[in-house]
């Protein structure tokens, strides 16, 4: 990927960006408000709402609530509830756009709320349990209209893990699809072009740029802008789709 290509791709949406969803509010005082993305998941979504935030007060008219909290996951309910959590973001804080990005704590066993037993990691009982978790939060922004952008997970240094990470994202990207919301792949900015993980930025003339962190699954200031961009850029299809555009 030409990082010069996805800066000039990233401009040319900000505008549909900036007036998204303005035509669905129907008070004229929030026709006047910004709009409002709000970014959940884990550390991974940490990095990314820091990231939209910045590219919100570039373009003006958008507000960003950053609301990840990090060790945290579908495997993990009983540190956080996510779609109690997300019902509570939905609710106080009216966001017009939600972007989910999570899994990255999901290597691990899961426990059935209903019999307490313990299932292993991509086990069928597991597979069902986790399924059942996306569907609750999509269920969730669908009942309050929103729309949902849900980013793939990222290749990581770790085969092993790696392995067990294309397993997670493979099963989100399906459930996302069952429920016609909105998929964000990212392969393209941030992997090589095998899907192998890529620690730097390809020499465009300006030096290897760190694409990764140190601990080879999150990722370092440009890659976090770089996911944000294709958010946004998501974003923008979408607004032109459905105007016919």
């Not at 950053?66 to 956080?80: E, I, K, M, P, W």
């Not at 290597?107 to 313990?118: G, K, N, Y």
């Not at 292993?120 to 009942?143: C, G, M, N």
């Amino acid at each position: 990927m030409i990082v010069s290509r996805r800066r000039a791709l990233l401009w040319s949406a900000l505008a549909l960006c900036a007036s998204f969803g303005a035509a669905a509010r129907p008070a004229a005082a929030d026709a006047e408000r910004p709009m409002r993305i709000a970014v959940i998941g884990d550390s991974l979504a940490q990095g990314l709402g820091s990231s939209l935030a910045m590219r919100a007060r570039q373009i003006g008219r958008m507000t960003v609530l950053s609301a990840g909290v990090q060790s945290t996951g579908f495997t993990r309910y009983h540190d956080l509830d996510w779609r109690t959590k997300l019902q509570t973001v939905v609710t106080e804080r009216r966001p017009d756009a939600v972007v989910m990005w999570m899994g990255l704590n999901d290597f691990r066993s899961i426990v059935d709320p209903e019999t307490h037993r313990r299932h292993e990691f991509a086990s069928p009982d597991w597979v069902r349990i986790y399924a059942q978790r996306i569907d609750e939060l999509i269920d969730v922004v669908k009942t309050a209209g929103i729309p949902l952008y849900w980013v793939a997970l990222p290749a990581l240094r770790d085969e092993t893990n790696n392995r067990g990470m294309r397993t997670i994202s493979r099963l989100q990207e399906e459930r996302v699809a069952a429920r016609n919301e909105r998929w964000v792949p990212i392969a393209q900015a941030v992997e090589g072009p095998d899907g192998s993980y890529m620690a730097y930025l390809p020499d465009t003339g300006r030096g290897p740029r760190r694409l990764r962190a140190d601990d080879g699954a999150h990722f370092a200031e440009i890659g976090y802008r770089l996911v944000a961009d294709l958010v946004l850029e998501r974003m923008a299809v979408t607004t032109r789709t459905a105007a016919g555009g």
